[in-house]
């Protein structure tokens, strides 16, 4: 069986690495092309956590394999038709290449090289630019380099805590389950509600309205493109705000789905469900919400997504009234592993 072999320290790994090994599938000279995650050099993470983060890139399951090199690795294809495939993206990294090629073949044995150039909008990407971005929590760059899944592994570390994006239909009580939550538990809350409400001012004044609602309804993409940017970099300095000091975070947000909240803050949600929510939103005088609610996916809907995506999902059935053993429940439910 010929193997395309790609070594590497992957911490983490991002979507240069996956498009190096994308290349070596669409070559077709390989049966099977293994990403081999290494821990020569020191690390941010383990060996066993770097090869989770590239299991969550989209690889061909039929052609891609990741392993691991040495204790805890498979390691079936050491006794294949061994090619060692690297990626460049310029002629330094080429002419380090040199040293890496003589590091492995004096390890391996291996003597068969195959280089793949990065695309152009990865030449400048690199684990350590990456690294870098998660310690100053750059939302917009993560987003664009790795993998929600990724993104969780990288925020939590730099936060010292879990991280969950918390969805569901307005007036399911979200706000109430996580006041409640945070009474009995280390638990840090950022609503996106009232920092957007920070930005009510801009809208006004960008759109030359007072009628930020119907805005919302008829202008919503041009809304989102103007208000993205300031939430996001509001979010990372509440974040930041927050480094070392809970257990868990939650982000509150009822149309984190709509808005691919997934792909800024990562790949946990709890997802807060009431079946009443239109009587309450009439209870609460806020029917306008309804027309909103509307376009937040349900609980099924969004139970689907996630399973397709990846993404591990919490339930908290809201129906029932709310008690400290049922809080302390939920907590111990965010926080396992």
Known sequence: MKVALYPGNFDPFHHGHAHIVNEAVKCGDYDKVVVCVTGIRDSWFDVAVKAEMARSYDLDPDKVEVDIWGPGGNMWWAQEDITIVRGYRNQHDLDFEEEVRTAITEQTGYTEFRYFKADCNERRLSSTKVRKAAETLDLAYLKEVVTPQVITVLMERTLKAKLYVVCGRP??????????????????????????ADFKQLLREKFKTEDLVELVKTREKEVAAFQGPLLLSRISELLLSMVGQYDVILLECAYALKYQFDQYFGARMLFVDCTDFKGRNLKRGTPQHIHFAKTIPSYQDTKLFCNENGIELKYFDNNDPITEVKMLDLFALLSED
């Open 171 to 196: 007036a399911s009580g979200k706000s109430t389950v996580l006041r409640e939550v945070a009474k009995v538990a280390n638990v840090g809350i950022i609503k996106v509600d009232e920092v957007v």
